[in-house]
C-alpha cells in the first residue's frame, strides 16, 4: 500500500512522521486491499488566530473512498482520532460486504 503525507504550510518533524508510518499498519492489517492512503496534516488558523491541528485520512479502496477528518490541539490527538474513525468504517464496509 502507498502511504504519502503531505503537511500544508510548514515542515512535520520526524517524530510526527515515524508516527503515523506506525499506526498506518493498523489499516494494512484490516484492509489488505487499501490500494492508496493519504494523509494531510494542516494547521487551521480560523478561531481568533489560534492554530488548531487539523488531520485528514483518506482510504482508497476498491470501490470506495473512505475519508475521515479530525480537529484537535496536537496532530497526535488528531490524528489518532481520524485513524480510529477510518478504522470504524473500514471495519463496516468489511461486514456490508460479507452479507
Do not use: C
Amino acid at each position: 500500500m502507498k502511504v504519502k503525507v503531505q503537511s500544508i504550510h510548514f515542515d512535520a518533524d520526524q517524530r510526527l512522521l515515524d508516527l503515523i508510518d506506525q499506526k498506518m499498519v493498523k489499516i494494512e492489517k484490516l484492509e489488505p486491499k487499501a490500494t492508496d492512503l493519504q494523509v494531510f496534516l494542516r494547521l487551521d488558523a480560523s478561531n481568533g488566530g489560534i492554530h488548531e491541528k487539523v488531520t485528514e485520512i483518506k482510504v482508497n479502496l476498491p470501490g470506495k473512498i473512505i475519508f475521515s477528518k479530525e480537529h484537535s490541539g496536537s496532530f497526535e490527538e488528531s490524528f489518532e482520532g481520524a485513524l480510529d474513525n477510518v478504522l470504524t468504517q473500514i471495519k463496516k464496509h468489511k461486514e456490508k460486504q460479507r452479507v
